[in-house]
């Protein structure tokens, strides 16, 4: 079992930034490649970024590419997002999961475990 929690999550403005963390336990954080989504109320749960396990690649949705940076710490068992000229369709609640595909995935069902999530929410 993976335990996640997510934290960093709040009300901003459009234009600010935010830094979401996501820490890991239970076993080893290096073995897994981590995604962070999103879901909104009334929609579906959306990909946002993957990293693979040492940090070496990375995948983004198209809605975020050049504004959000994943990064990974596995000293620390801890994925980050960085999310910087926040808009509005960015609201919502922010999930870290974890999977032991090799690679990356973009698929909500390729991976395993699960933190409770974090609010975005950003104003206009």
């Known amino acids: 079992q993976v335990q996640l929690v997510e934290s960093g999550g709040g009300l901003v403005q459009a234009g600010d930034s935010l830094r979401l963390s996501c820490g890991a336990s239970g076993r080893t954080f290096s073995n897994y490649a981590m995604g962070w989504f999103r879901q909104a109320p009334g929609k579906e749960r959306e990909f946002v970024a993957a990293?693979?396990?040492?940090?070496?690649?990375?995948d983004y949705a198209d809605s975020v590419k050049g504004r959000f940076t994943v990064s990974r710490d596995n000293a620390k068992n801890t994925v980050y997002l960085q999310m910087n000229s926040l808009k509005p369709e960015d609201t919502a609640v922010y999930l870290c999961a974890a999977t032991d595909i090799l690679g990356l995935t973009t698929l909500p069902s390729s991976y395993w475990y699960w933190g409770q999530g974090t609010q975005v929410t950003v104003a206009s």
């Open positions: 990293i693979s396990r040492s940090g070496g690649r990375t």
